[in-house]
């Protein structure tokens, strides 16, 4: 078997290892790993020569036990895609003449294809696209194997790969036109995928440090759709996920009742709509505005003001959610009011102190005892940093009193506990906070590094939103995270690294931006190409019905069909010299009876031509320096303006002749 036939092996068999290394546990992406060094082994030290069998009856049994492990069946998304690789890579590897080749190129496209399971992003894209190169590049050396010699040069490998790139360009305008015209029909069955994957920056429970951690991440959260200029100002956008309102001294999770489901009358025509989009397809709660509802019966709203999805749709679609504008369900159950006071003194004695000391200075009045506990942040040179090094003991405690740096979930953890000593029903709620316009400000992106913790207070019978973190940094809530971030280099910490950890952050943003913009437009334009959007395109062309849609595809199909067989005949026409342009000038302008005969030499016709002139001088010396330039080893640019010239003597004496002839006619 040739070296260069198996070649085109070694990208294939990379590209499906990284393409799924984010989908796959680890154990079974070592394994492929294992493979994939054996296959590159036999192609640079081995000369191809057969593995053991043995040994590859080890490697496909490791590996199917590694995946039966892992996801407990070979059925499935996950596990058959899996087990398509497994194939893949033992076909690469047991391979040992031509045909074997052809299996594993033609296998190779499926399990391209089957990449599409785990994710339709435009990144996978691209992986698909090299593997489906590089699976031509091997179709293609084998149908000319024997008949072309193929060379190991560089040149030989871009040669192949921009003729399969050719080839894929040609077939473009084809598929562009099907994909638009082609009726699309929904898909009979819907396979979920396995939840292997982790589905969000945030949790079901939060302890201080957590969100800190969440906020050194730049990676996309969700996107909102809409009229933003319907939506509160940034200040105001507080992105709510989920309350916690229990606390064990280190953890805070969220008590049962918060999760009764309840049903919020929504009347569209009074709130303002808007469509959330997940960066991920698995994400289970949805992060909507304050006083957000929802009417799709996929999701259900809580009593804490949460919505969660109960039924998965099939894909990445946006949830068209209500902003109310004005409060709704904040009325408390007294389970709930009394779960928010509950707070045993000794998880942090200094704060119940301070707590009380606090209130008898208030005068015993709720809303001045937050005026004071926010005022006390304010003059204690609070810190508010991504690093504020980890808490033991009494935390609390220790965090107020000791260490006074914090992130938000440490603002918001003592403020909860300070409202609570003082009598004060207070829970935590955390979410996002903020965001910033996408590149072309026609959507809001939220990224993991908006994460945010604050809180809410039990006041005149309403929960009111109290962000301790605008006390101690305001220009966080003001500006956005990203925004402060890049203008406070202190909320790194003062460790070493962070200065390059700034670098790096703003390096990468803005890289990462354009990647999650790119990959929204691919989502929403492609991917999210429906029956109803396919409906939609074509109404807005005036096409109503599928016959005429038809046609339209039938009628473009045939366009570019003419379009390549004219291209084709004029770019691939045969290349004429300087010499041979000028004569066919020449006979364009003389009359039909006159030009060359496929017989002639140039010598015999412009002797004919002479016979039928009297002055045969420019006939004569056009033959002179035609024979000069075509055999002459010395030819300048004076030559072909000299028999340039004479061309058109012997024209003009042509046409004189023409014209003698029909006044004589005449």
Request: a positive charge.
């Amino acid at each position: 078997m040739d070296k260069q036939l198996y070649f085109a092996v070694l990208p294939l068999t990379i590209m499906v290892l990284v393409a799924q290394f984010a989908y796959m546990p680890a154990s079974v992406s070592l394994i492929w790993l294992i493979m994939l060094l054996v296959i590159v082994w036999r192609y640079f030290y081995a000369a191809l020569k057969p593995i053991s069998k043995l040994f590859l009856v080890a490697l496909v049994c490791t590996a199917l036990g590694l995946i039966y492990l892992s996801f407990k069946t070979f059925l499935g998304v996950e596990a058959g895609v899996a087990l398509l690789t497994t194939c893949l890579y033992a076909k690469c590897i047991e391979s040992k003449s031509t045909r074997d080749l052809l299996v594993v190129f033609n296998f190779g496209l499926f399990v391209c294809a089957s990449l599409f399971l785990h994710s339709q992003s435009a990144l996978m894209l691209i992986g698909v696209l090299v593997g489906l190169i590089f699976c031509l590049i091997g179709l293609y050396r084998i149908q000319i194997h024997g008949f072309i010699e193929i060379n190991s040069t560089r040149s030989s490998i871009k040669h192949d790969v921009i003729l399969t790139i050719r080839t894929i360009l040609i077939a473009t305008p084809f598929f562009l036109i099907l994909f638009i015209f082609f009726p699309r029909f929904p898909p009979l069955w819907h396979v979920p995928l396995t939840s292997h994957q982790g589905m969000t920056g945030m949790s079901d429970q939060m302890s201080p440090g957590d969100i800190a951690e969440l906020s050194q991440s730049t990676a996309l959260a969700f996107r909102i759709m809409g009229d933003l200029t319907q939506l509160p100002i940034q200040q105001q956008r507080y992105w709510r996920a989920m309350v916690l309102d229990q606390y064990d001294g280190v953890v805070w999770t969220s008590h049962t009742v918060n999760q009764l489901p309840i049903r919020n009358e929504i009347f569209p025509h009074q709130a303002v709509r808007y469509q959330y989009l997940s960066a991920l397809p698995n994400q289970s709660w949805i992060m909507g505005l304050d006083q957000s509802g929802v009417r799709d019966p996929n999701y259900q709203q809580y009593a804490d003001g949460s919505i969660k999805q109960i039924r998965r749709p099939s894909g990445t679609v946006p949830i068209e959610l209500y902003w109310m504008q004005t409060q709704i369900n904040t009325t408390a159950r007294a389970i709930q009011l009394r779960q928010a006071l509950d707070a045993p003194q000794q998880l942090a004695p200094q704060t119940f102190a301070l707590a009380q000391q606090l209130w008898q200075q208030s005068n015993s009045s709720p809303s001045l005892y937050i005026e004071r506990v926010l005022h006390w942040y304010q003059t204690q040179g609070f810190v508010y940093t991504l690093s504020p090094g980890v808490l033991s003991g009494t935390r609390m405690d220790q965090f107020l009193f000791e260490r006074k740096e914090g992130f938000c979930e440490h603002y918001a953890s003592s403020f909860v506990l300070l409202m609570r000593y003082a009598g004060i029903p207070a829970r935590i709620v955390v979410g996002y906070q903020g965001g910033q316009l996408a590149p072309d400000a026609k959507s809001w992106e939220v990224r993991q590094l908006d994460a945010h913790a604050w809180t809410e207070v039990y006041l005149n019978d309403t929960w009111q939103r109290i962000d301790p973190t605008a006390v101690i940094a305001p220009a966080r809530i003001d500006e956005g995270m990203q925004r402060y971030l890049e203008d406070n280099q202190n909320v790194w910490g003062n460790q070493a690294q962070s200065g390059w950890a700034r670098h790096n952050f703003n390096f990468l943003k803005t890289l990462i931006i354009w990647r999650d913009y790119f990959d929204y437009q691919w989502q929403s334009k492609v991917v999210g190409y429906d029956v109803n959007r396919q409906q939609n395109f074509l109404a807005s062309l005036g096409i109503f019905s599928s016959t005429k849609a038809m046609l339209m595809m039938l009628s473009l199909i045939a366009v570019v069909v003419i379009i390549f067989v004219w291209g084709h005949g004029y770019f691939y026409r045969p290349k004429c010299s300087r010499l041979e342009r000028l004569i066919n000038g020449f006979s364009h302008k003389i009359h039909r009876s006159l030009q060359k005969n496929k017989s002639e030499t140039f010598k015999s016709w412009f002797q004919r031509l002479s016979m039928h002139v009297k002055y045969t001088k420019p006939f004569d010396d056009a033959i002179a320096v035609h024979e000069k330039i075509q055999f002459s080893g010395e030819v300048s640019d004076k030559d072909y303006i000299k028999f340039k010239e004479l061309l058109k003597l012997c024209a003009s004496e042509l046409k004189s002749l023409e014209k003698a002839c029909v006044r004589k006619g005449n």
